[in-house]
C-alpha cells in the first residue's frame, strides 16, 4: 500500500506535521499504536511559547482549551526549593498552564483529521526502512505493523517518541550517544489531600540528584509529584523519588504503583534527517535540557518537518536540509544554550550547594523566566524572535 506521507506517531510532534500537511492538501496517514485518549505520562506544562503556537497553527486559545477541561489549573507564580530551604519564588511575566495530556493530545489530533489527515490508531509500528532519495538512488520508505502489514511512502516523519522505531531504523545514529542522555523519569498523579499543604503553583525541587530535579505540579483535582535526571554513578531512581514523597511528607500508601517513562534530555539530533524520513518531537531528541520542556519542541519540530516535506514535494528537493535549515534558524541555538546553562547550574550546585541557584534566579528572575517561556532566548536572555509567529 503506498501513500504521500506516512507519519509514526500521533501526540503533539505527529499532529503539528499531519495537520500542516493535510492543510496543503497532501495525502497524510497517521499512524499510533494507541487508541486516543491514551494516557501519556507528564506534567503537561505550557509555557509562552506553546500557547503562541497553539494559537498560531491549531487556533486554539487558553479559554477554549480550559472550556474544554483540557487546561487544568493556571498559575502565575512559582517555586524553587531544596530540601532545607526555598531557594526562590515569585510572580511571573506570563502564567503557566498546566493541560491535562491524555485529552490535550487527543484534541490536537482531531484538528489533524478535520484537516484530511487519515488516522489509524492501534497500529504498532515494529519496523522500518527510512528509503532512499538522490545520487542515483530512489527507494520509497517503508514502515512494517506488528501485524506483518507492509506500507510504503514517498517521505516518512517519525513522531513515535523517545523510543522511536523510526529513529533507530537510521543506519548511521550513533545509538549509544543518545542513550547516555536518556532521563529516566517517574511520575505519579496523587490526590491533594495526600500532601502536607496546598499546591497553587509549580514547585521545581533541587538537590535531590546530581543532574536532574523533582517537581510537584498542580494538575486540576490531582497533583503530579515527579522527578527525572541523567544516570550518574549507580543512582536508583526508584529509591531517589521514594526519598523524595518522604522528604514531601507524603504517605507512601498514598502513592499509587511508580510509572516511568524515558525523556530525551540532552540529545537533540544535529541532523534528524536520513533517507526519505525526518525525526521530530522526542523521537529527534528535541526537549530543551534545563527543564525536560518536550511539547513546544515537539510541536515546533513536527510543524518544521510537515512544512519541510510540504515543500520538498512541489520543488523536488530533499526535505533534510529544508529541515535542518529551520531547526538551525530557531531550536537547535537554543537547545545548546540551555544546554551550557544547565551544566553551569548543575555544577555549582554540586559544588556550592543549592543556595548558588537560588542566587542565580534572584539575580534577575522575571528575565529568566522570560527566557524559560520563550520570550527570551537562552543565549545571553536576548529577546527571542520564533520564525512560526511571522509566517
Ligand atoms: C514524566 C514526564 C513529564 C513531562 N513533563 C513535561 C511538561 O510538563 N511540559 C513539557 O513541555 N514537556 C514535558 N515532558 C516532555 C513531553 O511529554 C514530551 O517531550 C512530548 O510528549 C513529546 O511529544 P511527541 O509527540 O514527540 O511524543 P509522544 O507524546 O511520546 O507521542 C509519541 C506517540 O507515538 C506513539 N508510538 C510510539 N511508538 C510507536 C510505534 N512503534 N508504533 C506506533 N506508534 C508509536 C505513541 O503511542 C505516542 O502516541 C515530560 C515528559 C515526561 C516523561
Partial sequence: MRHDIIICGCGPAGAAAGLTLARQGRSVLMLDKAHFPRPKLCGGLLTWKAVRLLETVFGETMAALTDAGIVT??????????????????????????????????????HAARAGAEIRTGMRVAACDPGAEGAG??????????????????????????????????????????????????EVALDPAALSGPVDCPQLHV????????WVFPAGDRVQVGICGLRRGNVNFSSVFRDFIDYLEIDPAAVP??????????????????????????????????????????????????????????TGQAAGPLYNHRLRRDIHP???????????????????????????????????????????????LRPKRWYFLEQ
Avoid at 517521505?155 to 547516555?180: T, W
Avoid at 550546585?349 to 541557584?357: C, D
Fill in 73 to 110: 489549573h493556571v498559575s502565575e507564580r512559582y517555586a524553587i526549593r531544596s530540601p532545607r530551604a526555598v531557594l526562590a519564588q515569585g510572580g511571573l511575566p506570563y502564567p503557566f498552564h498546566f493541560t491535562d495530556r491524555a485529552r490535550f493530545d487527543a484534541r490536537l489530533l482531531e
Fill in 137 to 186: 538512488q530512489s527507494r520509497p520508505a517503508r514502515v512494517t505493523l506488528a501485524d506483518g502489514t507492509a506500507l510504503e511512502a514517498d517521505r516518512l516523519i517519525g513522531a513515535d517518541g523517545a523510543n522511536s522505531v523510526v529513529r533507530n531504523s537510521f543506519p548511521g545514529l550513533d545509538k549509544a550517544r543518545f542513550n547516555r542522555f536518556m532521563a529516566p523519569a517517574i
Fill in 257 to 314: 504503583p511508580l510509572r516511568g517513562h524515558p525523556l530525551p534530555y540532552g540529545n537533540a539530533l544535529d541532523d534528524p534527517a536520513w533517507g526519505r524520513a525526518l525525526l521530530a518531537g522526542d523521537a529527534g531528541g528535541f526537549v530543551e535540557p534545563l527543564f525536560g520542556e518536550g511539547i513546544f519542541y515537539a510541536l515546533c519540530t513536527g510543524l518544521y518537518a510537515g512544512q519541510a516535506v510540504a515543500k520538498a514535494m512541489d
Fill in 334 to 380: 537554543e537547545l545548546r544554550w540551555s544546554d551550557r546553562l544547565r551544566w553551569m547550574l548543575f555544577r555549582a550546585v554540586k559544588l556550592a550547594g543549592p543556595r548558588s541557584l537560588g542566587l542565580f534566579v534572584n539575580s534577575g528572575s522575571t528575565r529568566l523566566a522570560e527566557m524559560v517561556h520563550g520570550m527570551r532566548s537562552f543565549a545571553w
Fill in 207 to 214: 538537590g535531590l540528584l546530581e543532574a536532574g530535579y523533582g
